[in-house]
């Protein structure tokens, strides 16, 4: 069994940072592509950005390009996602996923003045 716990979220003022985390745990048998992805209120689940296994970016979303980085661990079940210049078109649930096999539960990220 694997699981994904994200953690970081919260409520910030337009124009803030936020930093989330996720940690994969369990009967993890390699090293995958990790994931954020978030789905904001009446909308599609989307992807946000990725990284290999190496840890390098493979995929950041136009939307959040110059604003938010992904970044992994050197124990490569770790990642993060800094979120800087946070605008209120932000505000979603943000998910982590391990080679799109696997979900956590999300955290709550609001942007609000």
């Known amino acids: 069994q694997v699981q994904l716990v994200e953690s970081g979220g919260g409520l910030v003022q337009p124009g803030g940072s936020l930093r989330l985390s996720c940690v994969a745990s369990?009967?993890?048998?390699?090293?995958?592509?990790m994931s954020w992805y978030r789905q904001a209120p009446t909308k599609q689940r989307e992807m946000v950005a990725q990284v290999d296994s190496l840890g390098t970016t493979t995929y950041v979303a136009d939307s959040v390009k110059g604003r938010f980085t992904i970044s992994r661990d050197s124990n490569k079940n770790t990642i993060h996602l800094i979120m800087n210049s946070l605008k209120p078109e932000d505000t979603a649930v943000y998910y982590c996923n391990l080679h799109s096999n696997y979900w956590g539960r999300g955290t709550q990220v609001t942007v609000s003045a």
């Open positions: 369990g009967r993890i048998f390699g090293i995958y592509d």
